[in-house]
């Protein structure tokens, strides 16, 4: 038997309540242990999982054809022809090149947190493991388990932070009216929230609306959250693909890192870098000294110990290869900012295509909202009508994806549209 399987440390005990504890305390796992099933059922050949009854599809979670980056082949051609690496496994926080480099690129070059050491970042599974590494930790070791989210928001945000053991409520965030940013309810409801609350926010690109807070008013949303120490976890899942600069896309995390606050930030590379199987990511954790850092960062080996053990290799070995050589980093950019180009201008093809058609409406908001989605404002009906009548698929809430349209299907899109308008309004 391994060492690691016979040993039964406080740290164990405690961890094991914990599981206990996150077992009872979340709605979908006492929902399971509420479903009753005959003991018997094996010995009758049928299936003794014959009781569970069949999820619902992910809504979103699609098979496309997503670009593989010129500099991606390239890195990963110098890893395969690079005969001194092994297939070792990663310590438990990931490659360390990959944190340090990831770091550097959310919080900035000359950022003062880095130099102080006040900074730890560990490699994580993609975005998504990244937030649930993060909201782990704040339920084992913050005082308040409640974590704000916008409403509406990415459709994972509210299962990751649930089973995380933290209590998700929301604050306001879209305004349907303008098809733009509800900014009085969302101070208004962060204004009203518990001292010391966690708060989500999407750094850029807010997933599913495309409405971001101007600078402005990120800096009003920054006052207010220090003056009520609310906790700010930053939500980076498309850095330099909103408006093709990665400086740009991560002001508003660095406006929270200047003014010496502490801070989380879950980082995706999964769209930025187009590494969507490879599941790299990194959480980021901004600290006050480098002392509370470093106790920090042996928390969160606590956490990711027992959930993936250590993070896989090769997709953050292609980001540390890319980051890392000047050459590769610049051309890097420039794939990134032709990727996020080509989003802009099918946003201007649509609008312009639904103004030629005379679409009843405003549609400036396609122009006016940011990343790769745009929220249509069409009602459950209106896409229901246009799946059915046009084979157009997207979300319910009427959003849809601009990478995944082209020159050659945007008339058709605004066909369907126009029709969807006209005819069920
Ligand atoms: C807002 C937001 N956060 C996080 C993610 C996480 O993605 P991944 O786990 O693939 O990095 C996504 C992906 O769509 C997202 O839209």
Redesign the pocket.
Known sequence: MRPEMTSSSPTDRRLNALVRHLATASPVMESQTTVTFSPTAGSHGDSVFSHVVRAPEDP?LGEGKPLVLNVVRKAEQMLVNDRSRVKEYLPIVGLADFNKLSAKLIFGADSPAIRENRVTTVQC???????RVGGEFLARHYHQRTIYIPQP??G??PKIFTLSGLSVKTYRYYDPATRGLNFRGLMEDLGSAPSGAIVLL?ACA??PTGVDPTLQQWEQIRQLMRSKALLPFF?S??QGFASGNLDIDAQSIRMFVADGGECFV?Q????NMGL?GE???ALSVVCRTADVASRVESQLKLVTRPMFSNPPIHGASIVATILKDRNMYNEWTIELKAMADRIISMRKELFDALRARGTPGDWSHIIKQIGMFTFTGLNKEQVAFMTREYHIYMTSDGRISMAGLSSKTVPHLADAIHAAVTRMS
């Open positions: 979103i599974l993609s975005g998504t493991g990244s937030l928001t990415w994972n945000h999407h807010h997933n939500d899942a498309y879950a995706s590379y999964a769209k969507y599941r790299v990511g």
